[in-house]
Nanobody
Framework: QIQLVESGGGSVQAGGSLRLSCAAS????????IGWFRQAPGKEREFVAR????????DYADSMAGRCTISRDNDKNIVYLQMTSLKPEDTAVYFC??????????????????RGQGTQVTVSS
């Protein structure tokens, strides 16, 4: 089992940056792919980015491509999501999720097994 705790959310102005962190406990973390998702009030959950177990494979949603970078530190059991050029429409609760598998190919983005509670990101215009 993997427990996930997000941090780093907050309020920024449009054009600003934030770095979210996803701290994980559980031995399975280093062999699991990790993803970031977001959900705004009244909207469906949206995939943002994910990273394979080694950190060499990444996948981004079109809406965030070029504006965010996902990375991981397996020594510290942390996955980061660096976001830049933030827009008001990026406002949402962001949560991280862990997959049973460590690789991305053939693994649908929504097929995660564990997820955290989330951290609020608010972008003002």
């Amino acid at each position: 089992q993997i427990q996930l705790v997000e941090s780093g959310g907050g309020s920024v102005q449009a054009g600003g940056s934030l770095r979210l962190s996803c701290a994980a406990s559980g031995r399975a973390f280093i062999t699991s792919a990790i993803g970031w998702f977001r959900q705004a009030p009244g909207k469906e959950r949206e995939f943002v980015a994910r990273i394979g177990w080694s950190g060499r494979s990444t996948d981004y949603a079109d809406s965030m491509a070029g504006r965010c970078t996902i990375s991981r530190d397996n020594d510290k059991n942390i996955v980061y999501l660096q976001m830049t050029s933030l827009k008001p429409e990026d406002t949402a609760v962001y949560f991280c999720a862990a997959y049973e598998k460590g690789y991305l190919r053939g693994t649908p983005p929504d097929s995660y097994t564990y997820r955290g509670q989330g951290t609020q990101v608010t972008v003002s215009s």
